[in-house]
């Protein structure tokens, strides 16, 4: 069955086209006191995206912005800048505006229950205990979204999680640094060109 037969030629292309956006969201905090820590490997991977496909961050209402085109999708880059705790806000505003679905949604956010450097992609799930994802989670009513999940690591004396996460990369985390984000750039093009499911299963664990 044709699930676009009841709608007119111009109303087709403008689903069409809403299905082939896909906004990706970056979280972390903003100022320079939070560069390069742990808790804004979102930034940093989003950073590293754009600067790849040559375009840059614009602040716009509730964060930095940009776009680019690939391979017939358009992705839509996101940096809150509403803080980690309230990133919800930034998202919800963010897909209202420019008519996303939740499938075509991406948080791309850290997570200290991973090895380093190490990717997992989930459809759904629980916060985890991570303030950025239980706001989105609250925001939008709904677990169902989908999660780019960066090790950072647990290596961190019980009770000091928050100045794990609020650290500084270590010279030797940097260093190989430079190998993940580039992987982590790919997952995400995958996920607006192979799909979710394909790009579980050609990323997670890597």
């Not at 420019?98 to 229950?113: A, G, Q, R, Y």
């Not at 205990?129 to 999660?147: A, V």
């Amino acid at each position: 069955m044709n699930i676009f037969k009841f709608f007119s030629k111009k109303q087709i292309e403008s689903k069409q086209e809403v299905m082939k956006k896909f906004l990706i969201v970056g979280l972390g905090n903003i100022g320079d006191t939070y560069e390069n820590t742990r808790h804004n490997i979102g930034f940093q991977v989003l950073d590293a995206l754009a600067k790849e496909q040559e375009v840059s961050f614009e602040t716009e209402k509730l964060g930095d912005i940009t776009r680019f085109r690939y391979k017939g999708r358009v992705f839509i880059l996101l940096k809150p800048s509403t803080y980690m705790n309230l990133s919800g806000k930034s998202v919800k505003y963010w897909m209202n505006q420019e008519k996303i679905s939740l499938e075509n949604l991406c948080i791309v956010t850290d997570d200290v229950h991973i090895d380093f450097g190490s990717i997992r992609i989930k459809i759904k799930g629980s916060a985890g205990g991570h303030n950025g994802l239980k706001d989105i989670q609250e925001k939008l009513n709904t677990q169902q979204y989908n999660r780019f999940r960066f090790g950072v690591g647990g290596n961190y004396a019980r009770g000091r999680q928050a100045d794990f996460v609020l650290g500084y990369w270590t010279k030797e985390e940097e260093s190989q640094l430079i190998e993940r984000i580039p992987i982590a750039i790919k997952a995400i093009l995958s996920f607006g060109t192979a799909g979710i499911n394909n790009t579980m299963n050609s990323y997670n664990g890597k």
